[in-house]
Structure formats: C-alpha cells, structure tokens
C-alpha cells in the first residue's frame, strides 16, 4: 500500500520512540500493509532537541504551583514564566522561528520526496491533526488518504489559542464529571464510591491546607494541590485509567498520595530517577512559534478568570501554563494560519471525534471537518483522549478500512465501546 506517515501528538512527541511501539500494537493491523514511517519535528527528539529549564526547576516549580492562582500568586507565575521563556530562547539558539508546523509540513514533504513516493497516506492523532491539516493545504496533491484522530480546530489553535486552551480545560472538566458519575453508578468498578465528587473536593481542600505524603513514591516530595490536580488531568487522558484513578483518590483520602504522585509524574515527563523527558520543552518551543498567543499578562488573568467560571478545576493551570509561550514573543519565519483544505483527487479525509474527548473537545472535530471542505466526520461515544486502538472495533475497522481500501464510512456514523473498557493506566501529555 505504500508508505503511511505517522505523527503520535503533542506537539513534542517523539514519532521515533512512539511508532516501535505502536507498530506491534495500536497499528499492528495496518503494519502488514503499509511501509510505517515516522519522524520526529524539529525541536523534538531526535531532531534538535530545546531545552528550556533544567530539572531541578521543574521540581521547585512544582512545589510552589498553586493551581487556583490569586492575584497574590501572579508575580511567582510570572517569575517562573520569564526565566522559562528565557531558558527556551537561550538554549535554542536563535533556532525558534524555525521550529513552526509549517516548517512540520515541509520537512514531511522532504521526507516523502527521499522515499520516492509520489503520494503518501498519514494518520495523526491530537497535534498530529494540524500537521496533517497543514500539509494537505500546502502540498495537496501528495496525500493519498488522511485520517485525523482526536481533531483540533486549526483555525483557533493557530488565531486563538488562549480559546483553545479555555476549551480544553472544559474537556477536563466534563471528563471529570463524568468519571464521578461513572463512580456513583457504578460503585463495583471504581473506589471512589458514594458521593464521588463531594468526597473529591473534601480531598482537595485537605490538600490545599496540608500536602499528602507519598510512602510508596518519592517521600521527598509531598502530594500538593499541583500535584493532585496534575495526577488526575493525567489519568483524564484514557478512559481505561478511571479505575487507577478511583484507587489513587480513594489511597490519597487514607493519606498516601503516591499514586497521585506517580499520575503526575507521568503527566508532566518526569522519571524516577528526577529527569524530565524533552517533549515539554519542545511542547513550549513549538506553540510559541505557532500560535498567536497575547504578550500582555494582563490577558492571561482575564483568560484564567474566564477558565475558572466554567472549568474551575483545570481551568487557572491549563490558561497559566502557556504564560512561557506568550513571553517568548517568537517572530516565525515561515507560518500558517490557513486557510486549511483537502484538494486530493482521492476520497475526502477522514476526521474521527471522541464525543467527551478530553484534551482535544469534540468541536475541534466538527471544526476541522467543515474547514477541510472534502471530509467525512467519524464520532465516537467514548471518554478519554483519540478513539483508535481505544477500545471501539467499531473505530478500528473503519479507520483500517478508509487506510487500507480507502472505504469511506457512512454520514453520520457513530460508534461506541464494543466490550468492557480493561483497566489500564495510560496518558497521552500532549494537547
């Protein structure tokens, strides 16, 4: 079938590390019949890594993050925004102009043209579908099929990205209500029974007031607020982590936050051992070069006001977190904002929409499927984060079939779990 080109997210994901894995797994099926290639972008990985704050600071910064920031927390956030956006555009170099998805697009160009294909087929997942987006507008006619998996909205991520980010704070927020619903009906498959988002909250304010330890984790470092509310955006990520999570709360009610604390490690790259993985670094970099966020903390304040009337547990912390991305103030050298199209002489493109996708609301699918012109929207009626090797067969046998055959499901085609969810801890970090 020729080659299929995958990019797994972020941005700042390693399509390297990432597509060894999944071809003995998420992608097996079409493995035996595609070339599988992927690549990390620039910035990621492989490819000229950023750095921008060392590990230890990433550890203090977590040990004075208050994820409800009052206006008495402003200046540490503000502190810590400078010194990272400073850190990213020291150590790079002069390299972040250069690090822009448009750039993205051009270099997989590049790669397609040293593989000798004529037209290559891509599947992307969350970030992965602006990629996508972006090359099929700038090189329409060297697609084959395109399917996009946990779709943004391009147009907001690259115009509004302070939106974005207020939006996907709401998914985390709807993913959480409904883990206590989920909690509440059925008690048998989660620990966190009888009233689960009472019994939340009362955590959360034990946790404000005193950090919980973590006997099983790294006892050095207390379970705080951040980390609390880090460890279940983290599990929020994959529907399959909701009995890890009702565990980790219900642990953490007894005292012991060290399967919180492991959540958020996860979340947030960082190791046993006190390393931090590069993709946060690169996540930085590569939004501040592509996306028009507002130099004015002022407009932060107002964004993280308006986050926490609707998402008020993730609401303040997803807006703050890309303070470092608007203060680096990046003039791109090469950029695009759209418009984004699919002018293949082949089928439409494929979007696939998770109806309580977390990360990435199912609006950015109806958004990305409408702008697109020629594409057909695949939802699924699931939680989590993507819906491709996510427990739907139903998603499966359609994404492999447009892939494969080039098989274009019916209007308005709806899925939903075909067995029961197995239990699982996993996290997709990128946004």
Request: aromatic share 8%.
């Amino acid at each position: 079938m020729g080659t299929l080109v995958v990019n797994p997210g972020g941005p700042g994901n390693s399509g390297v590390r990432y597509l060894p894995i999944a071809a003995g797994g998420q992608l097996s099926t079409v493995a035996e019949r595609f070339d599988l290639v992927s690549f990390d972008p620039r910035g990621v990985g492989e490819s000229g890594p950023v750095r921008c704050i060392d590990d230890g600071s990433r550890d203090a910064a977590a040990v004075r993050t208050n994820p409800f920031p009052t206006l008495r927390d402003l200046p540490g956030l503000v502190q810590h925004a400078v010194r990272t956006a400073a850190g990213c555009a020291y150590e790079s170099g002069g390299d972040l102009p250069l690090l822009t998805t448009a750039y993205a697009a051009r270099d997989l160009d590049t790669i397609r043209s040293a593989l000798g294909a004529e037209q290559i087929s891509y599947l992307g997942f969350s970030y992965g579908t602006y990629l996508g987006a972006t090359y099929s507008s700038l090189f329409p006619h060297r697609l084959r099929a395109m399917a996009l998996d946990g779709a943004v909205d391009p147009v907001q991520t690259a115009r509004d990205p302070l939106g974005k980010d207020i939006e996907q704070a709401r998914g985390f927020e709807n993913g959480l209500r409904r883990f206590f619903h989920h909690c509440d009906e059925t008690p048998a498959e989660c620990s966190l029974t009888g009233d689960a988002e009472r019994r939340f909250h009362g955590l959360l304010a034990t946790v404000r007031r005193k950090p919980l330890a973590a006997p099983s984790g790294d006892p050095a470092r207390p379970v705080n607020a951040y980390v609390l509310v880090t460890g279940v955006q983290a599990a929020l990520y994959a529907r399959q982590s909701w009995p890890f999570l009702g565990l980790a709360l219900a642990q953490a009610e007894a005292g012991d936050g060290s399967l919180l604390q492991l959540a958020s490690d996860v979340f947030r790259g960082r190791s046993a051992d006190g390393s931090y993985e590069q993709w946060p670094d690169a996540f930085l970099a590569i939004t501040a070069a592509d996306r028009d966020y507002p130099s004015s903390v002022a407009a932060f304040v107002l964004a993280a006001q308006r986050a926490a009337a609707t998402a008020p547990t993730f609401g303040p912390l997803n807006v703050y977190s890309s303070l470092p991305a608007g203060l680096l103030r990046v003039n791109p050298a090469e950029d695009f904002e759209g418009p984004f199209t699919w002018q293949s002489s082949g089928p439409p493109a494929l979007v696939i929409g998770t109806l309580h996708d977390t990360a990435t609301p199912y609006r950015g699918a109806k958004a990305m499927t409408v702008q697109l012109g020629q594409a057909v929207l695949l939802s699924f009626d699931g939680d989590g984060h993507t819906a491709y090797g996510r427990g739907s067969a139903c998603v499966d046998r359609a994404v492999t079939a447009y892939l494969i055959d080039l098989a274009i499901p019916a209007p308005n085609t709806m899925c939903g779990y075909d067995s029961p969810v197995v239990a699982s801890f996993s996290s997709f970090a990128g946004r």
